[in-house]
């Protein structure tokens, strides 16, 4: 059946119901998620909600906490948009919300968190369709989609660490030895090349191991959160916000690279202990270089998305002029001509 214009809006039901709808999808999945204690792979009898509050305080997925926040946010923008929707209840709804408790019974069963996490995502689904209708999830797609960046994969870590440790590892030395640094890769280390004229071994001048921190895994992540926010936000088309997310590997990549690049460096300057510091306490240089990460890699985002929003056509000239643009250059005013037909486009 497609939707009349007879089909009430959210502002046109009672206000009672409204609230009672509410109310009751709110109990229930605080019941569910933040009351019913069954984890005990993360503590007695964790519910999923503390479960989640202590697995947040892994660095590596820190930024996770941020995201409901950020769906909330994202659902309070779209208000305007949503309340123009017509409310359409769907029945086809019931079957995500069968598959969420059936996720959550299994996850009980198991002992197994991330059963918990695909439940939440298949009983806001259908919550979502069961009670509004299609129109509202197609409308609220992106904020659901974005709800995954809040649930901690640890499993990654084995999947995804080691093998970008190797890659940020052979990557370093290239680079090192294509700049003149005699470099040498030694599992995921990465040590001067021995100079019998100097009488210096393997690593008696600088050594570097990329350790998990500097694997990209923490960056990774933290990117592909935020390429999908900003291209949902600045991306005229869905081809273009895809490609801006997939960037996100690429660019987590160029940022731990440039900070390895600074660490050898620093190293070879100020010496291992201003440039690293130890494991306890790292050095102000050390700690920086994790910022400098996220500086190199949101600056290409937004040279990339900058891009992407122009015509194709132009891509190239466009990054012709970034590379050849001379930074002392006064850009030339505008003529009184050229102004007055700009006032006349806009």
Same mark, same amino acid.
């Given at each position: 059946?497609?939707? !009349?214009?007879?089909?009430?809006? +959210?502002? &046109?039901? $009672?206000?009672?119901?409204?609230? #009672?709808?509410?109310?009751?999808?709110?109990?229930?999945?605080?019941? =569910?998620?933040?009351?019913?204690?069954?984890?005990?792979?993360?503590? $007695?009898?964790?519910?999923?909600?503390?479960?989640?509050?202590?697995?947040?305080?892994?660095?590596?997925?820190?930024?996770?906490?941020?995201?409901?926040?950020?769906?909330?946010?994202?659902?309070?923008?779209?208000?305007?948009?949503?309340?123009?929707?017509?409310?359409?209840?769907?029945?086809?709804?019931?079957?995500?919300?069968?598959?969420?408790?059936?996720?959550?019974?299994?996850?009980?069963? +198991? &002992?197994? =968190?991330?059963?918990?996490?695909?439940?939440?995502? *298949?009983?806001?689904?259908?919550? =979502?369709?069961?009670?509004?209708?299609?129109?509202?999830?197609?409308?609220?797609?992106?904020?659901?989609?974005?709800?995954? @960046?809040?649930?901690?994969?640890?499993?990654?870590?084995?999947?995804?660490?080691?093998?970008?440790?190797?890659?940020?590892?052979?990557?370093?030395?290239?680079?090192?030895?294509?700049?003149?640094?005699?470099?040498?890769?030694?599992?995921? !280390?990465?040590?001067?090349?021995?100079?019998?004229?100097?009488?210096?071994?393997?690593?008696?001048?600088?050594?570097? &191991?990329?350790?998990?921190? *500097?694997?990209?895994?923490?960056?990774?992540?933290?990117?592909?959160?935020?390429?999908?926010?900003?291209?949902?936000?600045?991306?005229?088309?869905?081809?273009?916000?895809? #490609?801006?997310?997939? *960037?996100?590997?690429?660019?987590?990549?160029?940022?731990?690279?440039?900070?390895?690049?600074?660490?050898?460096?620093? #190293?070879?300057?100020?010496?291992?202990?201003?440039?690293?510091?130890?494991?306890?306490?790292?050095? @102000?240089?050390?700690?920086?270089?994790?910022?400098?990460?996220?500086?190199?890699?949101?600056?290409?985002?937004?040279? #990339?998305?900058?891009? +992407?929003?122009?015509?194709?056509?132009?891509?190239?000239?466009?990054?012709?002029? =970034?590379?050849?643009?001379? $930074?002392?250059?006064?850009?030339?005013?505008?003529?009184?001509?050229?102004?007055?037909?700009?006032?006349?486009?806009?």
């Amino acid at each position: 059946m497609n939707p !009349s214009s007879a089909d009430p809006t +959210l502002r &046109d039901l $009672p206000a009672a119901s409204r609230w #009672i709808a509410v109310a009751l999808i709110a109990i229930t999945f605080a019941a =569910i998620y933040a009351v019913v204690g069954y984890l005990t792979a993360y503590g $007695p009898h964790l519910s999923v909600a503390r479960s989640m509050l202590a697995l947040y305080h892994y660095e590596e997925w820190t930024h996770c906490a941020l995201v409901p926040f950020i769906v909330a946010g994202l659902v309070w923008w779209k208000r305007r948009e949503l309340a123009e929707i017509p409310v359409r209840p769907s029945t086809p709804g019931l079957v995500p919300v069968a598959a969420g408790f059936g996720f959550f019974w299994v996850s009980y069963r +198991l &002992d197994d =968190i991330y059963f918990a996490f695909i439940s939440v995502q *298949c009983l806001t689904f259908g919550t =979502i369709v069961f009670f509004l209708g299609w129109r509202w999830m197609r409308a609220l797609l992106f904020p659901w989609l974005f709800l995954i @960046f809040a649930w901690p994969l640890f499993f990654l870590d084995n999947v995804i660490a080691f093998p970008l440790r190797m890659v940020m590892s052979a990557l370093s030395t290239g680079v090192l030895n294509a700049l003149g640094m005699s470099t040498i890769q030694v599992g995921t !280390s990465i040590q001067s090349a021995p100079d019998p004229l100097s009488a210096l071994a393997a690593g008696q001048r600088f050594q570097v &191991d990329v350790a998990d921190p *500097c694997s990209g895994m923490r960056s990774l992540f933290a990117l592909t959160m935020v390429t999908a926010l900003y291209g949902y936000f600045t991306m005229r088309s869905g081809w273009k916000h895809l #490609i801006l997310f997939l *960037c996100a590997v690429p660019l987590a990549i160029l940022g731990n690279l440039a900070r390895i690049l600074m660490l050898t460096v620093g #190293i070879l300057i100020l010496g291992p202990k201003v440039a690293i510091g130890t494991l306890e306490s790292p050095s @102000f240089y050390h700690m920086f270089s994790g910022f400098f990460v996220f500086i190199v890699a949101l600056g290409g985002m937004l040279l #990339i998305a900058s891009t +992407l929003n122009r015509d194709p056509r132009t891509w190239g000239q466009h990054l012709k002029s =970034i590379v050849h643009r001379d $930074p002392l250059q006064t850009p030339p005013k505008p003529s009184s001509h050229a102004s007055a037909e700009a006032g006349d486009i806009y």
